[in-house]
């Protein structure tokens, strides 16, 4: 029952760190951020040469190299991948980061948490089943549609960030799923067990049931 726990915990943080290596691989390798970079500086470099040009035909031909750049900037920007990351991150930030704050320890527990983590993981996992899957779609249509909707094509990063979210909300699903039984059982042995306990501190007049006594134990044995 505690490895429930620990899965529940293990596949958040995972979840929560590729949210990050995500964005890292959209801006690094398939909007190319130093290409990005460079592109910037040549359109401040025209933008420079245009305010200072001094005839006609210098002025055409710095306005023409700052449309060209625009232009080649623009096209490395498409529609679905950037709803699909801001989507999981939305996602994250409202499931995968409270399971993270809530878990405690097997020796830590106490009655506020253990309610607050299940609850917590249990909206981890039923959201994550039923919505989860809209960035792995949403990455698939960067694939399917043409340009400049979507760059139309499989091949490169961009394949490999919809495999990548689409093998980690699979995973994160069946794990879950696997183990929300065992969650379940993990939350009602403690709860019952912490029951007991405040029972006995504050209620005096209070006998644990589960307590086997000498003569309860020579009675059974009789």
Same mark, same amino acid.
């Given at each position: ?26 801006? $690094? ?8 970079? !460079? ?16 005839? &006609? +035909? ?27 990351? +801001? ?31 299940? !609850? ?6 039923? &959201? ?21 909707? +979507? ?5 490169? $990063? ?8 689409? !093998? ?6 069946? &794990? ?15 709860? &019952?067990?912490? +029951? ?27």
């Amino acid at each position: 029952m505690e490895g429930a726990t620990f899965a529940y915990l293990i596949l958040a943080i995972l979840n929560w760190i590729a949210q990050w290596g995500k964005y890292f691989i959209y801006f $690094w390798y398939i909007l190319g951020l130093k290409d990005i970079v !460079s592109t910037v500086n040549s359109a401040t470099a025209s933008a420079s040469s245009l305010t200072s040009a001094t005839s &006609v +035909a210098g002025a055409t031909d710095a306005f023409a190299n700052l449309s060209k750049i625009g232009t080649d900037l623009l096209a490395k920007f498409t529609i679905f991948i950037p709803i699909g990351l +801001a989507i999981g991150t939305l996602l994250n930030s409202i499931l995968t980061f409270y399971p993270m704050v809530a878990y405690r320890g097997p020796g830590s527990l106490d009655p506020q948490y253990l309610g607050y983590y299940y !609850s917590a993981c249990m909206g981890f996992f039923w &959201v994550w089943a039923i919505i989860g899957w809209i960035p792995t779609l949403l990455f698939l249509f960067d694939g399917i549609f043409a340009a400049p909707l +979507a760059s139309g094509t499989f091949g490169g $990063w961009n394949t490999w960030l919809f495999i990548m979210e689409a !093998s980690l909300w699979f995973t994160t699903v069946l &794990v879950l799923s696997l183990t929300k039984g065992a969650l379940w059982a993990w939350f009602i042995k403690n709860h &019952v067990k912490q +029951a007991h306990e405040v029972l006995a501190k504050f209620d005096k007049t209070y006998k644990d049931p589960t307590a086997v006594t000498k003569s309860t134990t020579l009675k059974d044995a009789e």
